[in-house]
């Protein structure tokens, strides 16, 4: 019993970091339709970025500051330049230049940061805490997490930007009839998907160690808690990522064929949404005829 | 006095086909113009050519301005609030938060005009915290009128108020426009398939037909025109 | 007999219609100097190229059946590497453990892959866009952490050796030329088959349910019977095809049908375009062609240059290469 609720309690950490990047999905979903494939990717080479600014000597908190307005721009950017010219057209059209952006920077992050795995500090101790039901370090990262969901909550809800981008998501054209510039509000979404997901990568590196394919799982199990979130929802999404998560280390720690670890845990996941096939907190989309 | 919007030779299109074959339309500053017409006359057309919403050619001159290189964000930063057909609410945002996302383009803020609009319809500061969604027809197209308000603009553009809403309500709408018109100084540019009521507010008016202006003239003189009687008016 | 099957395949790569010729003999013309140019090719290149295009035309009868489910019914699947691999193993096995003739192992792999499509498209039904995008995807991912497990039938992470196909005797063929035409032959077929089913009343079922869904249920349709087929259908082929590479290059392992290569296949049928047929063997080339090429142009970092590729295609033809060639052509008349 004391073994099911430690891995409980440790697969919320993972959970916390599967939210974190579902919820970059939802939001990127929300405004653009579109699911973003190369989050992961993207998130990992912030994680290469913060590691060369605290490689060059800079205190952790800073240099995740730095990245993390380095992967805002970043996000804004890609947004304009590469995924502007396909909002518009056929939704594989779309699919596709996110493969091809996965593509590239994991790509990019092999030849430049290389192959080899590597450490990257955490900026919390690895200590048991609570009976060894959990360690400082997952305590640490849930904290962050929950830091960063109230941060957004926040912006969304009492900043006029906030109320500007949520209304550009649900409906652009009458968004545009009130002055709101729905071109930079993409924007806007794209680069906060960017720096939330760059806060996920700096929080698993510590776990699973920088390399350009660390992220691949990460953005498996994200996607699949932001489905059985309901991919519209961001409180579902949150929700969905830490179900995935206590889900996935359950799973590994009690099946006997570990390889089948990812197989297992998906398949659960699906069988939930063959259940709910909008997802625990999406809304059916109700189609006028 | 000069037209605060004027179009000349305005032709519109979507996708190859011209919808709109060269149009000439003004609205007096201060005035109510109202744009007759029956379905797929191009009247809605012609609202989205003036918003940047659909490809058009011509001329569209705005208080001075010309408007057809524009976005339509920014027109809407210049001043004409345009209400869609169907509204167009968020209806996934509160009453509030409708309203003041149309204040978004002003400096001010809402602060000040918010309790203006519920001055204008009580009815929206007893549902402010609601979902608009959860609106009746007459209370969204409210709440759309007060959301344009919101941007102090000097042109109201207004696309078919009326539809699908009880002939009472839509007495009070249009009571609450013309109010509203003379304490705002905001001209109006209407359309409408309700002829007589729009007849009876506008002080200009233009008949369109299949993407073509067919009459023109004061509304009076139009709501005495023997044709549009028949057709229109259906006496 | 010929002419009516030739007027087929042609129908199908829209030959006549995008050269604007509507002209009914032009059409087969057209298709047999194909053809005939497509029977000269293996002859005029090397061995190693000719087992190349052997891969380009494999990848495209995989192709013609992610076209049939993305292009003409609307489900995007990101699992097809996973029907691939199915068709695969299944060659695979029945030639090594079963000493099946590699030419008789096709239609079984075929029936096979139709099941587990059927099987698999009833319960996604259920989904739309971005939650069957996930149950493909764990199809995809599941599948070569399947093969390792099952490692009892599939010979495990080594996967399977095959003994090299001998042609038949009579004919002056070497090895590669011969699966050339094999392949080519099968390629004609499914050609045939799959213009046949989208130009007859299945294909306009299947758009009908694509565009209007409740429109076309409305219609009568049976919407989910006709999804489910094209689920079905479309993994049939990619089995085939499975087959084939099977037969083709000898050996099976689980690292060839990883995650990265049900992507290729999507990237492949968007790059050629998805409602067409002709896309099919451009998609294929894509897929055969451009990463090798990538590699020829950087070799620090060739996936970028891919990644570089897809992307520029899509910015330039949305729709494809075949879907936005036909857009234009008929836009031109």
Redesign the interface.
């Known amino acids: 019993m004391h073994q099911l609720s430690q891995q409980i309690f440790s697969g919320l950490a993972a959970g916390a970091i599967y939210a974190s990047l579902a919820l970059a999905l939802v939001m990127i979903y929300r405004s653009t339709e579109l699911v973003n494939f190369a989050q992961g990717e993207m998130a990992m080479f912030s994680t290469y970025v913060a590691a060369t600014l605290v490689d060059a000597g800079l205190p952790f908190w800073v240099a995740f500051l730095v990245t993390l307005l380095v992967s805002f721009l970043a996000g804004m950017a890609i947004e304009r330049v590469v995924i502007r010219p396909v909002e518009n057209a056929p939704a594989l059209a779309a699919v596709v230049v996110c493969i091809g952006l996965l593509l590239i920077f994991n790509s990019l992050a092999g030849w430049i940061f290389t192959y080899t795995v590597r450490d990257f500090p955490s900026p919390f101790p690895d200590r048991p805490v609570l009976g060894a039901l959990m360690t400082t370090r997952d305590l640490g990262v849930i904290g962050v997490t929950l830091v960063m969901l109230l941060m957004l909550f926040a912006f969304f809800r009492f900043t006029a930007t906030g109320l500007a981008m949520r209304a550009a998501a649900q409906n652009p054209d009458s968004a545009r009839l009130c002055g709101i510039p729905v071109g930079r509000m993409l924007a806007i979404g794209w680069g906060l998907a960017a720096a939330i997901g760059a806060t996920a990568g700096i929080m698993v590196a510590p776990v699973l160690f920088l390399d350009p394919n660390m992220m691949g799982g990460v953005l498996l199990y994200a996607f699949a808690g932001a489905l059985l979130g309901g991919i519209t929802s961001p409180v579902g999404a949150v929700v969905g990522g830490l179900i995935v998560g206590v889900t996935e280390n359950v799973v590994g720690t009690y099946l006997i064929a570990s390889q089948l670890k990812l197989t297992v845990a998906l398949a659960l996941i699906i069988l939930v949404l063959v259940l709910r096939p909008n997802g625990l907190f999406g809304t059916a989309i109700v189609r006028r005829v | 006095m000069a037209p605060i919007l004027q179009l000349r030779a305005v032709k519109a299109y979507y996708g190859q086909s011209e919808v709109l074959h060269g149009i000439d339309i003004a609205v007096e500053e201060g005035g109510m113009t109202v744009l007759l017409g029956a379905n797929g006359a191009g009247k809605t057309t012609t609202l989205r050519a003036i918003?940047g919403?659909v490809r058009s050619e011509g001329e569209i001159l705005f208080a001075g301005q010309r408007l057809e290189r524009c976005?339509?964000?920014q027109i809407?930063?210049l001043g004409v609030?345009?209400v869609?057909e169907g509204r167009?609410?968020?209806?996934?945002?509160t009453v509030e938060?409708n309203l003041?996302?149309?204040a978004?383009?002003r400096a001010a803020?809402p602060r000040t005009s918010l309790p203006r609009m519920y001055g204008y319809f009580p009815i929206l500061a007893a549902r402010r915290r609601q979902q608009a969604g959860t609106l009746s027809g007459g209370e969204q197209q409210m709440l759309a009128i007060a959301?344009a308000l919101m941007?102090a603009p000097r042109l109201l553009v207004l696309d078919e108020p009326s539809f699908g809403l009880a002939p009472r309500i839509v007495e009070d709408i249009f009571a609450i426009v013309e109010r509203i018109r003379k304490e705002e100084n905001v001209s109006v540019l209407l359309v409408e398939q309700n002829a007589s009521l729009a007849l009876e507010l506008a002080d200009h008016a233009y008949l369109l037909e299949t993407g073509y202006v067919v009459a023109s003239g004061t509304a009076k003189a139009l709501a005495n025109e023997p044709q549009i009687r028949r057709s229109y008016l259906g006496y | 007999m010929m002419k009516g099957f030739t007027v087929a395949v042609a129908d199908g790569l829209g030959i006549g219609r995008y050269a604007g010729l509507r002209i009914g003999a032009w059409r087969w013309i057209g298709a047999l100097a194909l053809i005939a140019l497509a029977a000269a090719l293996p002859f005029a290149v090397s061995k190693y190229h000719a087992f190349e295009l052997t891969m380009v035309m494999i990848y495209a009868i995989a192709l013609l059946g992610l076209n049939i489910l993305t292009g003409y019914n609307g489900q995007i699947s990101l699992g097809h590497g996973g029907f691939f691999a199915a068709g695969a193993y299944t060659a695979a096995i029945l030639m090594h453990r079963y000493g099946v003739p590699y030419w008789a192992t096709v239609p079984p792999a075929a029936l096979i892959c139709f099941a587990l499509g059927v099987l698999f498209g009833l319960p996604a039904l259920r989904f739309e866009g971005p939650y069957l995008a996930l149950v493909t995807l764990a199809m995809a991912v599941a599948t070569p952490q399947l093969l390792k497990y099952f490692d009892s039938w599939t010979g495990g992470q080594q996967g399977i050796n095959l003994v090299k196909v001998q042609p038949p005797p009579g004919l002056s063929l070497d090895h590669d030329r011969w699966l050339y035409f094999l392949v080519f032959a099968v390629l004609l077929i499914a050609i045939r088959v799959a213009a046949n089913i989208v130009h007859g009343r299945t294909g306009r079922a299947l758009v009908a349910i694509r565009d209007h869904p409740i429109a076309a249920a409305a219609m009568g349709i049976p919407t989910a019977r006709y999804k489910t087929m094209a689920f079905g259908i479309s993994t049939l082929f990619t089995g085939v095809a499975g087959a084939l590479s099977a037969i083709v290059i000898g050996y099976v392992a689980p690292e060839s049908f990883s995650l990265f290569l049900s992507l290729s296949f999507l990237v492949g049928s968007a790059v050629g375009g998805i409602a067409t047929i002709g896309g099919a063997i451009v998609g294929g080339a894509f897929i055969e062609f451009v990463p090798n090429l990538a590699n020829d142009i950087s070799d620090a970092a060739p996936w970028a240059v891919y990644g570089l590729a897809m992307l520029l295609l899509m910015y330039v033809m949305p729709r494809g290469v075949v879907g936005s060639l036909a857009r234009w052509l008929d836009r031109q008349t």
């Open positions: 918003c919403m976005a339509t964000e809407a930063g609030a345009h869609p167009g609410t968020f209806t996934g945002l938060e003041r996302l149309g978004y383009t803020g959301r941007m």
